[in-house]
């Protein structure tokens, strides 16, 4: 004769606990894979039109896709569109895209007070390197 034994209750809520939490790796690991994808694909048809010499193409593309570029990627929506209209001669037009990207990169740097505590009570090399402004030297003819 055979004896029926319940599951322990223990058991089954291990079960689904442990289904549970794989579902849920996967479904973070599906959404970090598909974010990556967007701008990605943006970046490589960018850089495509550019080694073609295609400026205009490329120029027109990045203007239709600045919603893929996204909130983070403003900064390299600007540098894009200044680099494609100083390519087509476009002067203004890339002056005001990298005066708007100089803009982001100073919002973007921020100051670390740990950072900085770090600096003045150790030494000074231990400042994170911002980089130099190297000016624009006019180019004219003698």
Same mark, same amino acid.
């Given at each position: 004769?055979?004896?029926?034994?319940?599951?322990?209750?223990?058991?089954?809520?291990?079960?689904?606990?442990?289904?549970?939490?794989?579902?849920?790796?996967?479904?973070?690991? +599906?959404?970090? +894979?598909?974010?990556?994808?967007?701008?990605?694909?943006?970046?490589?048809?960018?850089?495509?039109?550019?080694?073609?010499?295609?400026?205009?193409?490329?120029?027109?593309?990045?203007?239709?896709?600045?919603?893929?570029?996204?909130?983070?990627?403003?900064?390299?929506?600007?540098?894009?569109?200044?680099?494609?209209?100083?390519?087509?001669?476009?002067?203004?037009?890339?002056?005001?895209?990298?005066?708007?990207?100089?803009?982001?990169?100073?919002? +973007?740097?921020?100051?670390?007070?740990?950072?900085?505590?770090?600096?003045?009570?150790?030494?000074?090399?231990?400042?994170?390197?911002?980089?130099?402004?190297?000016?624009?030297?006019?180019?004219?003819?003698?």
């Amino acid at each position: 004769m055979k004896t029926r034994t319940t599951p322990n209750l223990l058991q089954c809520r291990n079960r689904r606990l442990i289904l549970l939490v794989m579902f849920l790796g996967a479904s973070l690991l +599906l959404a970090a +894979l598909s974010g990556c994808a967007g701008p990605r694909r943006v970046y490589t048809t960018v850089d495509d039109y550019n080694a073609r010499g295609e400026f205009t193409l490329a120029r027109n593309y990045v203007k239709d896709q600045r919603e893929a570029y996204g909130g983070l990627n403003k900064l390299l929506y600007y540098l894009d569109t200044g680099m494609f209209a100083f390519s087509l001669g476009e002067y203004s037009e890339a002056i005001a895209a990298f005066t708007e990207a100089e803009l982001i990169m100073n919002e +973007l740097y921020t100051i670390s007070l740990g950072q900085e505590a770090t600096t003045f009570l150790i030494n000074d090399n231990t400042a994170p390197y911002r980089g130099e402004e190297i000016p624009v030297t006019p180019l004219g003819r003698p």
